[in-house]
């Protein structure tokens, strides 16, 4: 049974109030809030457990080292990895994607050689494309979606030329909730011999993955949006592609012995991580794991799915509104504008005065919003805390700015 009053007693900050009001918490897609678990872990690890990892031989390192290796593992089996190996820590999908551009394409890639991009990408999946194509004359190929928000892979194949190196998209757009069949992506790709690396900053928290199935080459996920730290993150990366990979930064750990005159470098993914890493933030991100995977990922998914249909009912019935994005294989995740009325921005400051969290802006994807003809939206996105009653809040601020700016 999914228990919505114990979960959100789980997490210390939905019981307090924001201006005088109960807090509604609906910028999950921005980042999560922390369950208690997470931040004890956190605290214990700083107060009773912390030293540096991996060069000690002392207690207290063996201790950090195991917990924070552990969280590999977690990684691993939460993405159904094939091994441990193919996991490389990260401060997040952002570091992990960089990775991939300096440590895997750079090398390879010549002026000419194409990148295919949806427009519905973050930012964090386009600029470090555009360093390839400022750098070294790479060209960026981007695919539409539809009116509803739809991306048919079909229409990212059919950009495949000779010439293509790398598809990298998204897994769920962070503005738009929707859903891409990266599956059908990655066998299409595949059988072209052209990789695909997936941003899975937004999916994998919403619904179960499995990067065999799904069959790419990259996947990225933060944990500050998996209810874990902000600094913590992770990229899959498969072992045939790990193996054409140079180091990206250099430094202890990621060496096996370095000399004056030459350097050799350690077995991946050890080879990748240069430096002390962020310890706690990762052991906090693999307590966050357990939390999730112990509520279940389908049973998270099917309450989201629950909101997720609420929210869409409860929103179509405000027809001065405009929901950005309607397909029908999406997330709980709605961006909106008043039409005519009111700036995203001051929607977002009334909402917060009756203690409603939305985001409002670009959501670091301008591409898509070019694409809408928009300048910013507002943006509320549920995790797997939220409940129906907030849904119900959530309409009634909307109407009172519909009342203020009508």
């Known amino acids: 049974m999914y228990d919505i009053v114990k979960i ?56 950090a080292t195991d917990k924070y290796e552990s969280t590999r593992g977690k990684i691993a089996r939460f993405l159904n990895a094939p091994s441990e190996n193919e996991i490389v820590f990260t401060t997040g999908t952002t570091e992990g994607i960089n990775l991939i551009s300096y440590a895997w394409a750079a090398p390879r890639f010549e002026a000419g050689d194409e ?3 949806s427009v519905m990408e973050h930012h964090a999946n386009i600029v470090p494309w555009h360093f390839l194509r400022e750098r070294l004359g790479v060209v960026l190929k981007w695919v539409e979606v539809d009116a509803n928000g739809d991306l048919d892979p079909q229409a990212v194949l059919n950009a495949i030329t000779p010439r293509t190196k790398l598809i990298a998209i998204s897994h769920m757009s962070n503005v738009l909730g929707t859903i891409v069949d990266v599956k059908a992506v990655c066998r299409g790709a595949q059988a072209m011999g052209v990789p695909v690396l997936v941003d899975g900053s937004q999916a994998a928290v919403h619904m179960p993955v499995d990067v065999q199935a799904i069959g790419c080459d990259f996947y ?24 054409e990979m140079r180091p990206f930064i250099g430094g202890g750990d990621m060496i096996r012995e370095v000399t004056r005159d030459s ?4 077995d991946a ?15 906090g991100m693999g307590v966050a794991l357990d939390y999730m995977t112990g509520l279940g990922m389908a049973n998270i998914a099917a309450h989201e799915r629950s909101l997720r249909d609420y929210a869409r ?43 409603i969290a939305v985001r409002a802006g670009t959501h670091c994807a301008m591409p898509l919003m070019q694409h809408f003809g928009l300048g910013a939206t507002c943006r509320a996105s549920f995790g797997l805390y939220n409940t129906h009653a907030e849904v119900d809040a959530l309409i009634s601020a909307l109407e009172l700015c519909h009342e203020l700016f009508g």
């Open 269 to 283: 993914p050890m080879k990748f991580e240069a430096g002390t890493p962020g310890i706690v933030q990762q052991i």
């Open 313 to 355: 009912a409860k929103l179509a019935g405000l027809n001065w509104l405009t929901v950005q994005g309607t397909s029908e294989t999406k997330a709980a995740i709605f961006s909106f504008t008043l039409q005519g009325q009111a700036h995203a921005h001051d929607i977002s400051t009334v909402l917060d005065k009756r203690g």
């Open 8 to 63: 959100r007693g789980d997490f210390p900050i939905l019981s307090r109030q924001v201006n005088g009001k109960p807090l509604v918490y609906l910028d999950n897609g921005a980042s999560a809030q922390k369950p208690q678990v997470v931040i004890d872990a956190m605290n214990q690890a700083y107060s009773m457990e912390y030293a540096n990892v991996h060069r000690g031989l002392h207690y207290l390192s063996n201790l």
């Open 220 to 243: 990225a996920i933060t944990g500050h949006k998996l209810y874990g730290p902000s600094g913590s993150g992770a990229i899959f990366i498969k072992a045939d592609r790990l193996a």
């Open 263 to 266: 350097v050799t470098y350690a």
């Open 115 to 117: 990148i295919v991009l």
